[in-house]
C-alpha cells in the first residue's frame, strides 16, 4: 500500500470542499423529507451553490452516492495497517465497512442505491467520479498478488471492477431486502462468490 497523500491545488480543496458541502446537505434533506421528495433545486437553496455547481460534481441526485464512496474509502484508508495480515481480509473488512454504513441510513441508501442502478447518466460515469474507492481495491489487490495470495495473471484494476460491482450488487441487495439473509449470511455467500465462485467452498 502507498503511504504517498497527493498534494491537492487551492482549486481541488475548494472543489472537494464544495463537492462535501451538497453531499451533507443532501443526506440533511433525505433525513428529513425522504429521498424522493426531495429535489436537486431544493439541494442546490440549502447548499448555496447554482444547478451548474451541482452537476460539476453529480450527474444526478443517486450520484451522491460517488461520495459515499470516496468518504468511505478515505476513512478505510486511514485504518487500514500494513502488516502480515491477508489481503483478502482487507477486502473483507472494506465490505463490512460499507454495509455498515449503509445499514446506518438504510432508508436513504436503499433509495439511493435503487435510482442508481437505474439511472445509465450516473452508472456512465460511475468509475471516473469514485476514483479513490477503485484504486483503494485496486492496491489491495496488488498487495495479494505481491504475496501469492491472488492470480498474478489477473488484471489489478480489472479484478478490482469486478469486486466492487459484484460487492454493490450484494450490498444493494441486502439493504433493499433486509430481512431475507443476515448480514453475516450476506457477506459469506459475497466472499464465496468473489474468492471461489460458483464452484463449492473448499472446506479449511
Do not use: W
Not at 442505491?113 to 445509465?120: C, M, W, Y
Not at 448480514?183 to 465462485?197: C, H, I, S, Y
Amino acid at each position: 500500500m502507498s503511504d504517498a497523500t497527493p498534494v491537492l491545488s487551492r482549486r481541488d480543496r475548494k472543489k472537494q470542499r464544495t463537492r462535501r458541502d451538497i453531499y451533507e446537505t443532501a443526506m440533511r434533506l433525505f433525513a428529513k423529507q425522504g429521498f424522493a421528495t426531495v429535489t436537486i433545486a431544493q439541494i442546490c437553496e440549502a447548499a448555496d451553490v447554482a444547478r451548474g455547481t451541482f452537476f460539476l460534481h453529480f450527474p444526478s441526485k443517486a450520484a451522491l452516492l460517488y461520495e459515499f464512496n470516496e468518504r468511505v474509502a478515505e476513512e478505510f484508508r486511514e485504518s487500514l495497517t500494513i502488516g502480515d495480515a491477508p489481503a483478502s481480509d482487507a477486502l473483507r473488512a472494506l465490505v463490512e465497512r460499507i454495509g455498515v454504513e449503509l445499514a446506518t441510513e438504510a432508508e436513504i441508501m436503499s433509495a439511493m442505491l435503487a435510482e442508481f442502478f437505474t439511472s445509465p447518466e450516473t452508472l456512465a460515469v460511475a468509475s471516473e467520479h469514485s476514483a479513490g474507492l477503485a484504486d483503494l481495491v485496486t492496491e489491495i489487490i496488488v498487495r495479494g498478488q505481491e504475496n501469492a495470495e491472488f492470480d498474478r495473471s489477473l488484471d489489478p484494476r480489472l479484478a478490482a471492477a469486478a469486486f466492487l460491482a459484484t460487492a454493490a450488487a450484494f450490498l444493494s441487495s441486502h439493504v433493499t431486502r433486509r430481512g431475507e439473509l443476515s448480514e453475516a449470511e450476506t457477506q459469506r455467500q459475497f466472499m464465496q462468490l468473489t474468492f471461489n465462485g460458483l464452484c463449492a467452498a473448499k472446506p479449511r
